[in-house]
């Protein structure tokens, strides 16, 4: 699953910058993921480092709309991060 930002969010500024594929930027009112970018920082880190940064909990959850499996994820890092070397 992508990752989804909740109206939680308070703007804090501290996700957008830890994204490695930056999938977070400024919606109208608050901070939002762009599915198409968001793997949960699968082929980067361990967990979403979104969620570890966010002073809020259970700000920033997994969009119920979008679900990914574990290869979905890994292969749309491989697409942003390597399509040019496929």
């Known amino acids: 699953m992508a990752l ?11 996700c957008e910058p830890e994204c ?9 009112s608050i901070y939002q993921i762009n599915s198409d ?6 082929g980067h ?3 979403p480092t ?9 700000t920033i959850v997994q969009d119920p709309t979008l ?3 574990q290869e979905q994820l890994w ?3 491989v697409l ?4 040019d070397k496929i």
């Open 4 to 14: 989804l930002i909740t109206q939680k969010c308070i703007n804090c500024d501290m």
């Open 20 to 28: 490695p594929n930056e999938a977070i930027s400024m919606g109208e």
């Open 37 to 42: 970018r968001c793997t949960e920082c699968v």
């Open 45 to 47: 880190y361990d967990t």
């Open 50 to 58: 979104c969620q570890k940064v966010c002073p809020i909990p259970n």
């Open 67 to 69: 679900v990914e499996n």
């Open 75 to 77: 292969d749309k890092f």
């Open 80 to 83: 942003l991060h390597h399509a």
